[in-house]
């Protein structure tokens, strides 16, 4: 099955069709409102998603930090990065499998380097400083996120299980997660 994951992402790729059609869903910037998510990681939301289509320039998003939606044709390469990234390019590692992890100045550099170890185990997280974030830790997965006001590393490892890679709600399993742009940590839109 995986195999056949990975065929039909290169054809994808090959023939320029990535993305689905445009959809005008919109999600409120607070997400208090939003339905609780069903796959077990307690504090998770279903964040709405407009659209999966490649697009050049910025995209308004719904949610801050992003959880999907249009995005860049490249995306952001997996690993932890001292500074912000652009939403365009993360969001495109987000339907690839990839886990975003968005912290901020304020979280301690223990946590930090916590985080960037979890990157480092993994090729489908992705770590960066979002001085935005609504709580010192959001993780966000294509659909869904989790906001942290304390850091919990054994609930960061369930949403990293549990979204990444093949989870349930990636658009393009078996896409990758490297090659793209950006070499960690702090050089984000070299290629």
């Known amino acids: 099955m995986k195999r056949l994951a990975i065929v039909l992402v290169v054809a994808c790729l090959v023939s320029g069709a990535c993305g689905g059609k445009d959809k005008t869903i919109t999600a409120p910037a607070d997400i208090s409102s939003l339905k609780a998510a ?43 990065y001292t500074v912000t990234l652009t939403n365009e390019l993360a969001v495109h590692s987000l339907e690839h499998g990839a886990v975003w992890i968005t912290y ?3 979280v301690e550099q223990s946590i930090k380097t916590e985080l960037a170890a979890k990157a480092k185990a993994s090729p489908y997280v992705l770590v960066s400083l979002y001085p935005d974030n609504p709580t010192p830790i959001v993780m966000t997965a294509w659909g869904r996120q989790l906001r942290l006001a304390t850091y ?40």
């Open 104 to 106: 901020t100045q304020s």
């Open 38 to 80: 069903t796959e077990g990681v307690a504090g998770t939301v279903v964040v709405p998603v407009a659209g999966e289509s490649h697009v050049s320039g910025k995209v308004s998003y719904p949610t801050s930090p992003p959880a999907g939606g249009n995005h860049n044709p490249v995306w952001q390469n997996c690993g932890f």
């Open 152 to 191: 919990d590393s054994a609930l960061v490892d369930k949403f990293i299980d549990v979204y990444s890679v093949d989870g349930p709600t990636v658009p393009e399993v078996g896409a990758a997660c490297r090659r793209g742009i950006g070499i960690a940590p702090d050089r984000p839109t070299a290629t």
